[in-house]
């Protein structure tokens, strides 16, 4: 394996480290949001499907390539929307409520 | 040089606004913003991905990014929140299809050695991975969707032999693709294992039943997840293996707390074994038992005399759509003096956390909502416990009768309360067909009839008495 790949393996497993660490401290309370969330950061493939589709590499190439930026597209736009939905119901009792 | 440089730069910043928009998540009132920052990194990646010299027209990515944004924008607006399980499901497939294509794509050309990527066997065992788990993760989404839109039966589907042909379906994925990391020129395999493992995908969750779908929603948010950074080890990008190990621990974590609050060992969730029917040992009868029924006004007396309620929603409730109502009757118990609160299993909804955003969209405000750790020490004060729509999850069986099949299953302490009171349509088992002792308990009041309309009756019958005469 070469060197590169093998960094790419650290990167990997200090991210999956990382995620743990943070995404075990979401409360179940924002569970279903942190789902979208996720769905919606992973989207991020959509960078690899922009350059498979804009290289101009042959028709296979931007045919699969334009499937999957609208794909991807759909995830970002659509992941990030709800997400924003969900958080924004999310609210504290009003303060005169508490204070009885 | 220095454009190269940028783009990276814009990964580097992606990569940090998406950890800390997760990390925004722990706390409710800090995680708008959070997300905000989040979506801030993708723009920024995109922008820095449009500038790559690689990138010399942009005619299709104009065409891609228009019919994505067309789809995603209603997807992401209108979706109501009942939904959100089948939601989420296809948008774990739209995830997967897109890291499928891409690593048919990329292997077509470094086969015919276009690009910049060769394709010695470290890149082919990426390309393999991103197509074996996106192929699986798009029609394994897909199961989960029709079932969640009922577009199929919800029941579990299962047949002979079911097991042994997974695994050895399994067993073809896994040796086709080490075939093809020794030789990766031989393309036709990489179509087979794609076709193979988009079965797979489907018998999967085929035999996997409605209540267990949180389980399965979790596990293709995590495949989808590995997909994104199989992607990344392909194409080289650091940013794709980030986000794409931050979605998989994400899927991996509710895996986890979903198989616990099941009572299904995370070994059968690792390899996906979790739809096996259980039988179980000969349930508890009900014979010679019987059921104490009240009557909707004395519901509605103890209710609002009481100090302390619990109110278990389960998933009937949220079919009922009765959750606005129950919020209204929460509200009314609080102007006669007593304090109410919202016991959250965590199996309550369709999905991890579903039952939280379905109160909370009713304006449930969040510090009432309880997960289940915090709050069955309370049941001990609580005057009465409110069962809605819920079965399995307040069932002392789980605690104390080993041949239960749901014995060993974390429950919600109901039973606990001074008084239980539990709305149901009749005395039908629940989903597991188990009886449930404590709708005989001597403190239990059954209260028959629809959620939703007992819950009305209740909110008007308190509304006409005048809740100021009982504060």
């Known amino acids: 394996m070469s060197a590169s790949g093998f960094l790419e393996l650290f990167v990997f497993a200090l991210a999956a480290c990382v995620g743990y660490q943070v995404i075990r401290r979401v409360p179940a309370l924002l569970h279903t949001p942190l789902m979208s969330a996720t769905n919606a950061i992973s989207a991020i493939s959509v960078v690899g499907s922009l350059v498979l589709a804009g290289s101009d590499r042959g028709l296979l190439a931007s045919i699969l390539g334009v499937i999957a930026v609208a794909a991807?597209?759909?995830?970002?736009?659509?992941?990030?929307?709800?997400?924003?939905?969900?958080?924004?119901?999310?609210?504290?009792?009003?303060?005169s409520e508490a204070a009885r | 040089m220095t454009l190269t440089l940028l783009v990276n730069c814009s990964y580097l910043a992606a990569s940090v606004l998406f950890i800390l928009g997760l990390r925004s998540l722990a706390v409710p009132d800090h995680a708008r913003r959070g997300m905000n920052q989040a979506a801030l990194g993708m723009l920024l990646a995109i922008v820095g991905t449009l500038m790559k010299h690689e990138i010399v027209r942009y005619d299709w990515i104009i065409a891609g990014l228009a019919v994505g944004a067309a789809i995603g924008y209603p997807l992401g607006m209108y979706v109501p929140m009942t939904a959100m399980p089948q939601r989420i499901a296809i948008s774990h497939l739209f995830g997967a299809l897109a890291a499928t294509l891409v690593g048919i794509a990329e292997y077509q050309l470094s086969l015919h050695g276009i690009g910049e990527h060769g394709l010695n066997s470290a890149r082919m065992a990426a390309l393999g991975f991103e197509v074996l788990f996106g192929a699986l993760t798009v029609s394994g989404s897909f199961m989960a969707f029709a079932k969640l839109q009922e577009l199929v039966s919800g029941r579990p589907i299962t047949y002979p032999g079911q097991n042994a042909m997974n695994l050895s379906l399994f067993a073809g994925m896994v040796g086709l693709l080490v075939w093809l990391i020794i030789d990766p020129t031989q393309s036709v395999l990489l179509y087979v294992m794609a076709g193979l493992s988009f079965s797979f995908g489907i018998l999967l969750v085929l035999p996997i039943g409605g209540a267990d779908m949180p389980v399965v929603i979790s596990l293709m948010n995590s495949y989808a997840g590995l997909a994104c950074s199989a992607t990344g080890f392909a194409i080289g990008n650091e940013i794709l293996i980030?986000?794409?190990?931050?979605?998989?621990?994400s899927g991996f974590i509710l895996s986890i707390v979903m198989s616990k609050a099941m009572n299904r060992s995370f070994r059968n969730v690792l390899f996906g074994a979790f739809g096996t029917v259980q039988t179980g040992g000969p349930a508890k009868t009900s014979e010679g038992l019987t059921v104490r029924s009240v009557s909707m006004e004395d519901a509605a007396l103890q209710l609002t005399s009481a100090r302390k309620v619990i109110v278990i929603p389960g998933y009937g409730m949220a079919v009922a759509q009765a959750q606005h109502d129950l919020r209204e009757l929460g509200e009314l118990i609080e102007r006669a003096g007593g304090t109410v609160e919202y016991a959250i299993h965590p199996v309550a909804g369709r999905m991890p956390g579903h039952m939280n955003v379905l109160l909370a969209e009713a304006k449930v405000p969040y510090d009432k909502l309880k997960d289940m750790d915090d709050i069955n020490d309370e049941f001990a004060n609580a005057d009465v416990a409110l069962v809605i729509g819920a079965n399995d999850v307040v069932n002392p069986a789980a605690r104390n009768d080993q041949s239960s099949p749901i014995y060993g299953m974390p429950i919600l302490n109901a039973d606990h309360a001074r008084s239980v009171i539990v709305m149901k349509r009749g005395m039908n088992p629940g989903f597991a067909g188990i009886e449930n002792e404590l709708f005989y308990h001597q403190r239990t009041a059954m209260l028959f009839g629809d959620a939703k309309n007992t819950l009305v009756a209740l909110v008007q019958h308190i509304k006409s008495q005048g809740v100021a005469a009982a504060a």
Do not use: C, H, W, Y
């Open chain 1, 72 to 95: 991807a597209t759909i995830n970002v736009v659509g992941g990030f929307l709800i997400t924003d939905r969900m958080l924004k119901m999310f609210k504290r009792s009003a303060p």
């Open chain 2, 242 to 249: 980030i986000a794409g190990a931050l979605d998989g621990a």
